[in-house]
């Protein structure tokens, strides 16, 4: 793509990715993942042909893991406004030159195969669930944040809230081992901080209260737990391994490793388990 004349730092020149016969061999041979998705895309394939297209289009088609996400995200976020084709090429741009993208990436989706018991293969987060997919989809809008390039970070953003019903704005900076599940309705907020390994249910907000400037969304630890339609509000932390009960509304400091709930929430016991992110157990007081 040519450079444009904007404000902010400027891109650095893409990383140069070596091809297979370049390496020296097929890439699935050293990267399990990647062999194990292209395994099951290619069942899939084979097993259902209304969904072969789809499997190729996602999986086969691609080199590399990151390019298959890369265009995942192209063609679920494509529009007028940015077509598919030039999201694509800006996804695998943001890929190639921090390779912190594809770490979190394979992260989070061993997060969603460990800790949802709905999904069955790795192969379905990249496939079917948004949140999966938002959330890559931030993680490229963040890197060309970090650019200077807010306009096109902003609107990916738009496309995200608008597609997949996640609204994460591209300054917020989140872990990596991160699963959404279900996701609808999650909106986080521009200096909130999420930690490693956390993991929210749907319509989760990490917002301000309405009288901050500059720094005014919560932080949160390592290994959190955010039931169903907790709301946590402000420039608050939220303690390492704590729990926040659905439907809570957190409008103050947690301590690590307790268990928050209610409307102002207080703590009501321990978080019952070492890492709550990683275990999914909503339930306390019993």
């Not at 890439?27 to 072969?52: H, S, V, Y």
């Not at 963040?142 to 738009?158: E, T």
């Not at 500059?214 to 907790?230: F, N, T």
Request: negative net charge.
């Amino acid at each position: 793509m040519a450079n444009t004349h904007r404000a902010g730092p400027q891109r650095p020149e893409p990383r140069r990715r070596s091809t297979d016969r370049e390496a020296g061999g097929s890439t699935t041979a050293i990267d399990p993942l990647w062999t194990a998705l292209r395994e099951q895309a290619d069942a899939l394939a084979r097993e259902e042909p209304a969904l072969a297209t789809l499997a190729h289009t996602a999986i086969l088609a691609h080199d590399h893991f990151a390019d298959a996400v890369a265009a995942r995200i192209a063609q679920k976020l494509g529009s007028p406004d940015l077509p598919t084709l030039l999201l694509r090429d800006m996804a695998a741009e943001a890929f190639e030159n921090d390779a912190r993208l594809d770490l979190a990436a394979r992260a989070d989706l061993g997060a969603v195969v460990q800790r949802d018991p709905a999904c069955r293969a790795a192969l379905e987060p990249l496939l079917y669930l948004k949140g999966y997919l938002a959330l890559q989809a931030h993680r490229v809008a963040h890197w060309y944040w970090s650019q200077g390039r807010q306009g096109v970070a902003r609107l990916i953003q738009m496309r995200v809230s608008e597609v997949l019903a996640v609204d994460i704005h591209p300054g917020a900076r989140i872990g990596k081992g991160i699963m959404m599940d279900h996701a609808t309705g999650v909106v986080i907020g521009e200096t909130a901080e999420v930690g490693d390994g956390v993991s929210m249910l749907h319509g989760v907000t990490l917002g301000g209260t309405g009288k901050e400037s500059e720094d005014r969304h919560p932080k949160i630890g390592r290994s959190v737990l955010i039931g169903a339609g907790a709301s946590i509000l402000g420039a608050i932390r939220i303690g390492d391994c704590s729990r926040v009960a659905a439907g809570s509304v957190v409008l103050k400091e947690v301590p690590p490793c307790t268990t928050v709930a209610g409307v102002p929430a207080k703590v009501v016991g321990e978080a019952g388990c070492p890492e709550p992110g990683m275990e999914m157990d909503h339930l306390y007081g019993q």
